[in-house]
């Protein structure tokens, strides 16, 4: 239901001064013209992420509102936006309607996908001597919303270097589909520590060719420091 109510600070305070009964029909115009009607935009959010503000907000004639929309982990954000209001545009993580005429709802909604992280390496012996060979495994999980495809995961022995897409390592392997939550531990043998004593970076790259579509594809690469004797 429309409301009216005062959008100026300077016509409450004349108001406040004004016996309206007595006012003028000069008068009563005026203050009409600093009167505007007022109007309900309602947030309405599907599973998979959050709304600020997330309670109906009262929005001045031909005024516009502004939402931030947060998707949690292992969604990402729809851009395209549902409900009754005005079309508006999206910058960044906040949509702002368009120009509000009437009540309406603004709803959003949310997609599932997997999203693949590496949580362990563990190397085998942790400090392996120079000229030996050593073990590692890498602790790969989904903490998507949904079950998804791992695919390649790449591993470097001594990599400091954030990696692209497609980038070869010293050894790899596959792996298929993996459930929401779970985890799964790959095993690499026989590399080589060198002949030389120092420290290094091993880095593992979990869907290294970056072919499975995931809520975030920042965080696929896990680095552990370790020292060879």
Avoid: H
């Avoid at 009437?102 to 085998?124: K, M, R, Y």
Wanted: aromatic fraction near 10%.
């Amino acid at each position: 239901m429309n409301k009216r109510f005062i959008v100026s600070l300077a016509v409450i305070l004349l108001i406040k001064q004004i016996n309206l009964a007595s006012a003028s029909p000069a008068t009563i115009s005026v203050i009409n013209d600093f009167i505007l009607d007022g109007f309900t935009v309602t947030p309405t959010i599907e599973t998979g992420g959050t709304v600020a503000p997330n309670t109906q907000q009262e929005v001045n004639e031909r005024a516009t509102k502004a939402f931030t929309v947060t998707p949690n982990t292992g969604y990402i954000r729809n851009n395209t936006v549902g409900g009754t209001c005005p079309p508006g545009s999206w910058n960044g993580n906040v949509w702002t309607t368009g120009a509000i005429l009437e009540d309406c709802i603004v709803s959003f909604s949310f997609t599932a996908q997997p999203d693949f992280v590496i949580t362990a390496i563990n190397l085998t012996p942790t400090s392996p001597p120079k000229n030996s060979v050593f073990t590692a495994t890498v602790i790969v999980k989904n903490q998507g919303a949904i079950a998804g495809n791992v695919g390649w995961v790449d591993v470097w022995i001594n990599q400091s270097s954030v990696l692209d897409c497609g980038t070869d390592g010293d050894q790899w392997k596959s792996f298929g589909s993996l459930d929401a939550g779970a985890s799964t531990t790959l095993t690499f043998t026989a590399f080589a520590a060198g002949s030389t004593a120092g420290n290094r970076l091993f880095r593992a790259f979990v869907d290294s060719f970056c072919n499975t579509e995931e809520s975030d594809e920042s965080n696929n690469q896990f680095t552990k420091s370790y020292v060879v004797q």
